[in-house]
Structures are given as C-alpha cells and as structure tokens.
C-alpha cells in the first residue's frame, strides 16, 4: 500500500532516517536514487544516486548545485517535502528475503517507479486565495527514492521511502514554486491500487500465483503463520492502538493512530550487520516451511482466471455506482484495478474508463452512468409533472399567527397553499420543525384529508410515536395520532397492503434525506398510483442517504416542488449566547460555533477516561432530576427534565451506561421513575 506524511521542515535528521537502515551497522547506508522531470532544475540527474549534501540542500529549498534559492519564500516553517512510502504485501516481502528470491526486488522497485511517473502527472502549484484558489498542473516533480527491507523488529518487510522535494515548476514563465500536494492526498487510494496492479504484474510473470487479500493480495502457497510471525511491528500497533482506545473509551483517529505509532515506535537495532539480521529471521523458519518456500520458485502455477477488461469495468461499475451516483473518475480506475490486478496495463484501464461507448458520462473530473443520469431526469420529470395540479392541503386555524413565531407561520402558510403532489418541509434540529408540523397537520385534518407518517429508520419511527405522544397531550388530537401510527418506509414500499390503505391519503416522510435516489423515485411513483400527496420533511443538509444518489438536494434544486423551510433556531431561545452558538453550528461554521461555546465556558474538556465518565453521569443524572414547565391545552404541568449523554463509539457508550445504572441504584432510582440510561 501506498502512504504519504508531510514533512513539516528540514532536519539533518531526516536524511539520516531515510538513508539509513533499520538497524546500525557500520558504514551501512541506504542509496537512494534521484526521479522526477523536475530533477535537472534543482540540480539532480534522474536515475543517479542522490549524495548527502545534494539531499540535504535541496530539502533546505537550495539547489544542489549551486546552492542558490529554489522558490521564492523560505520560512522557517517551510515544509520539506512529503514522505510516500509504498510496503510490499507480506508474502512477498517473506519470499524475498527468507526463501531468496531476488528477482521479487526488481519488481517492487519497478512497481515503485511506474506509479511514481504517475504521482507525477498530479503535481499542481497554488495560484489565488480564498474562492479565487486554483490548482494548476505542471506534471513536475523531483524526488529520491530509499529501498529497505526491514522493520523496526527486525522482520522482513520490504518497503520504499519515496521522499518529493516541496517544489515544482511552471511552464511559461519556467518558475519554481511549492508543490501543491492536494490533488496526490486525493488520489492515495488509487495510486496504491496502481502500485499494487504493477507488483502482481510482475510477479505473475515471475511464475507466483496470487490470492486475494484484505489489503489487495498475497503470494499464493506462503504459509499463513509466517505472515503473522513476521509482522511483530503490525501486531504491536495494533495493541498499543487498542490500549490507548480502551483507556479513552472511543476511537483514534487517522491522525491520532499516526501519532501513537510514531510514539511507541522502537529504537533502532544497533551494530547489526546484515548477515546477523538475516539469521535473526531465520532462526524464526523450521525446515519445512523454507523447503515450501522455496518450492514456489520452481512449482508449476495454474494460470489464474482471466478476467476480461470489460468483465472488470462492469464489476467496477455494479460495486461503485451502488452507493454512488457520481464519483471521481480515479475512484472507478481504482475499482477496475482492484477487481483485475496485474492483469491490464494502467493505460488500458484509463483508456476503457474514458471510452464513451462503456455509457460512462464524464465532465470536470468525475465520472457517472446514463441509468443515474436517466433516474434523476425521470424524478424530476415526475415530480415537475405534478406541480400545481390539486388543490391547497388544508386551512389555517383562525388563531395560527398566535400559536406560533413569523417563521413559523409562514412556512405552515406555504404548506398548507401548497397545490404540488410533492411538498418539501425543510429545517435544521432545533427550528420548530415539530411544532410547525403538527399544526400543518392540524389544518390538513380540516378538510377532511388523511394524514399517514413514514420514516427511514425504526429509530426515526419511534421518535415519531413519542412525538405523537407528546402532541395528543397538547390536545392536537390529529396530528398526535397521525405521528403515533408511524411506520417505516421499507414496509410502505414492500407490503402491498399498507401501500393499498395510503389512496387520497398525504403522506409524510421524515428524515427524507436519508432516502436514496431509487428510493424517492418508487415513493414518488407509489403516491401518484394511490393519487396521494407527499409532505417530505427533514435537513438535507444533516442527512445523506447511505445508497446511491443525493435525492434530497435534487428534489430540492432542480424541480419545482414547493419548500417551506425554517433558519431560525428557536430551542434556546431562552440563552441568546447559546442560540447564537447553536446558529453557527447548524449552519457549518462549525469553527465559529465551538468559539462560542467555548466562551460561555459550556465546553468542558476533561483528559482522564475515568474522571470525564464519572463526571458526565453525576451531571445527567442532577439534570434528569430537575423539573420544567410544560404549558397543555389544559394547564401548565411540571414534567422532568430530560437529559442525554452522547458517545462517539460503543465501548464509551457502554462504559457510560454501565456507571449510569450503578448510579441509578445507589440512589433508588429506576427506568420507571422515569429516568434510564
């Protein structure tokens, strides 16, 4: 696989740590060979062996040379360059050292070299700021590539250390300046999926049989229990990650696991010379498993299932467009790769992705289907074919403009006038969504209609049902049953009985951005056959559906179906600051929103697991056991407060419950005294 890591500046340390092996011996040093068009104008030569000083000027932004400036500005921050290290699968690296085989060297170096000249072609400098920003290709790059062979416990693990220079160069004016590195970070995944297509290309030619992996593939006939021997460093990241999780009680993040690793990371071994190195690691081989080793060399191998380029682009194309209805066309090169490795040139696959007679659609970059495209104008078309032909949904009750705010008002107005088979009702948490629902509800029972609520989800279903609660005791008969009587959307669009109960019905769809662009189509198609109406609520902007197509932002976008919608957050109405916060949050200014909460002091960071939990409890807990007013039809009631601890993984999920029942306990106090975890 194929990782790249910023180098923030330059450090005499950094050469020595890419030169240098994994172990101390005396005068031993890895080579490493210079790559890159960019090479002569930094003073290099592609293809030679870069010398110590050259590396360590031009990582300083010198030229190698001459020692004059590369680019123009040079802080003290500047970043070197970038790191891209490409590991070999571990069968391979096994077969290499342990059983010999020399030739499997050649390929990884030449697998290296071939996805490096294709990193290149995204090399890009920045011009302009802000929303002027733009990336221009220059397809320059210079570099120096550092092959090793083991990791830091000493096991066989062959693996490259790219090491890019922080320069690239314009065209017309021939200038130098800082590479841009955006696009390669972008392309991670596939320039792996590259790196490993030209590995398996090579080693089949070698005679090896592949097998599928988790991580890509592995050597046919290497004995399993090897490959975990010899991946000590893997295991010990990974228990080093589990314990770090446990004590946290949630998960790493990417850049927090890239921290932990370089922390628990082992000294170098010192004073070995090769020869020690190798017996160290065959000291860890019986008989047995060297003699199967070695008899992959020379066994004959079945050829592999041939899988046509055609075949592999139909497989891409089935497992992406599932999910999505547009994608990065390096994605779909990816995709192909991944289902065919080693057995189609890059420049095939590029040339069979960007073939219009395979139906692909392409433009800026990213790559779709005619059937995507055929099911979005077919929504559309429906949808728009239903605008302005019934009658209103319902009436305003006489004293509407009191029971709620302007906003609010106006949205229920827009509904209510609505004459289109789909209505949009859109909001952020927190806007009055609810309410202004419940009162549309209200007026659509006026007339006479209806009303049959749906969500995505069972979880959606039931806050449903507990909001129907909550409005029949608000004495809003109507919309409390029509929202306790919620079902879930799969059962509508499966179950023909239900689907025969919605005739004349409007139907209301929450959480409707969660809905997949197939899905909205069918619901849409079904309303129309039972010549029902569509009230479609929730945030599209919260909410993405987890199946192909952003349905909710086209529906919203490109067709003319009414949208009602509420900005103003009103749930803390009572704290401006904290409304203030909750605005920007719900907004995507989440930067500003967090400043916000930071100033009122509501953002308490505490750093011990244990200390944070016991802490979270006791104060839920103290607010679950205060009271608030609640104002009914009837009277004002006094009703418990509710609280809710949120936990960003199952382990701190379970770790909070588990101290939340021993706390409910010790006090007395159960689920049925209305408090629970």
Not at 34 to 44: D, E, T
Not at 244 to 251: F, I, N, P, V
Not at 579 to 598: C, F, H
């Amino acid at each position: 696989m194929l990782s790249i890591q910023r180098c923030k500046r330059f450090s005499h340390a950094l050469g020595e740590y890419l030169r240098q092996a994994d172990y101390y011996s005396e005068g031993m040093k890895v080579e490493g060979r210079c790559f890159g068009q960019l090479c002569p104008a930094v003073g290099l030569t592609e293809g030679a062996v870069i010398s110590d000083p050259a590396f360590e000027r031009v990582a300083d932004n010198h030229h190698a040379d001459t020692g004059s400036k590369l680019t123009a500005r040079q802080k003290s921050t500047r970043r070197a360059g970038y790191d891209a290290a490409f590991n070999a699968p571990k069968s391979v690296s096994v077969q290499a050292f342990i059983a010999g085989d020399d030739r499997l060297l050649t390929a990884h170096e030449c697998a290296v070299a071939e996805t490096l000249r294709e990193l290149e072609t995204f090399a890009c400098h920045q011009t302009g700021q802000g929303i002027n920003k733009r990336y221009v290709p220059t397809g320059k790059l210079a570099g120096a590539v550092f092959r090793h062979g083991e990791s830091r416990a000493l096991d066989p693990h062959l693996h490259s250390h790219a090491f890019i220079f922080n320069a690239t160069q314009t065209q017309s004016p021939a200038r130098l300046l800082a590479l841009e590195s955006s696009v390669i970070f972008a392309r991670t995944n596939y320039l792996t999926a590259v790196y490993r297509n030209v590995l398996a290309r090579e080693v089949s030619l070698l005679g090896y049989g592949l097998s599928p992996a988790p991580h890509g593939f592995e050597l046919e006939g290497v004995p399993p229990e090897l490959l975990v021997r010899f991946s000590k460093r893997a295991e010990e990241r990974d228990q080093a990650i589990a314990t770090h999780e446990a004590e946290l009680g949630r998960e790493l993040s990417r850049d927090e696991i890239a921290v932990l690793v370089r922390e628990n990371r082992a000294k170098k071994q010192y004073e070995l010379t090769p020869a020690e190195v190798r017996q160290h690691q065959m000291a860890q081989v019986n008989e047995a498993e060297l003699r199967q080793l070695h008899a992959l060399r020379t066994e004959a191998k079945s050829s592999p299932e041939r899988i046509s380029l055609e075949a592999a682009l139909t497989r891409a194309r089935d497992h992406i467009f599932e999910r999505w209805t547009v994608v990065p066309v390096h994605d779909l090169m990816a995709e192909v790769i991944r289902q065919s490795y080693g057995q189609h040139a890059l420049a095939d696959v590029k040339s069979a992705v960007t073939n219009r007679a395979n139906g692909l659609l392409h433009a800026e970059g990213n790559v779709s289907t005619q059937a995507a495209l055929d099911l979005e104008r077919a929504l559309v078309d429906r949808v728009n074919a239903g605008s302005a032909t019934h009658n209103e949904l319902g009436f305003l009750a006489w004293d509407a403009s009191e029971r709620c705010g302007s906003e609010q008002f106006a949205a229920l107005e827009k509904i209510l006038n609505s004459k289109d088979r789909v209505t949009v009702f859109r909001g952020r948490a927190g806007t009055g969504k609810t309410t202004t629902l419940a009162l549309a509800i209200e007026g659509i029972a006026r007339i006479n209609r209806e009303v049959a609520c749906f969500a995505p989800s069972t979880q959606a279903v039931e806050v449903l049902k507990k909001d129907g609660a909550e409005q029949l005791r608000a004495g809003r008969t109507a919309a409390g049953t029509a929202l306790a009587n919620a079902e879930t959307l799969q059962r509508l669009l499966a179950d023909p009985a239900l689907q025969a109960s919605i005739s004349h019905k409007l139907l209301i769809v929450d959480e409707y951005g969660l809905l997949s662009l197939r899905q909205l189509k069918d619901l849409v198609d079904l309303a129309e056959k039972r010549r029902a109406r569509l009230l479609l609520v929730g945030d599209s902007a919260q909410h993405k559906s987890v199946e192909a197509g952003d349905a909710a932002r086209i529906l919203e976008r490109e067709t003319r179906a009414t949208v009602a919608e509420l900005r103003d957050i009103k749930r803390q109405s009572a704290n401006p600051a904290y409304r203030a916060a909750a605005q920007a949050l719900a907004s995507g200014d989440l930067a500003e929103g967090l400043r916000r909460l930071d100033r009122m002091g509501a953002i308490v960071e505490v750093e011990n697991p244990t200390v944070r939990r016991v802490q979270m409890v006791a104060e839920w807990f103290a607010a679950s056991r205060e009271t608030k007013i609640v104002r009914t039809r009837k009277s004002d009631q006094t009703r418990p407060k509710t609280a809710l601890m949120v936990a960003p993984t199952w382990t701190e999920i379970d770790a909070l419950n588990t101290h939340a029942r021993a706390t409910l306990r010790a006090h007395g106090v159960g689920s049925a005294n209305g408090v629970s975890p």
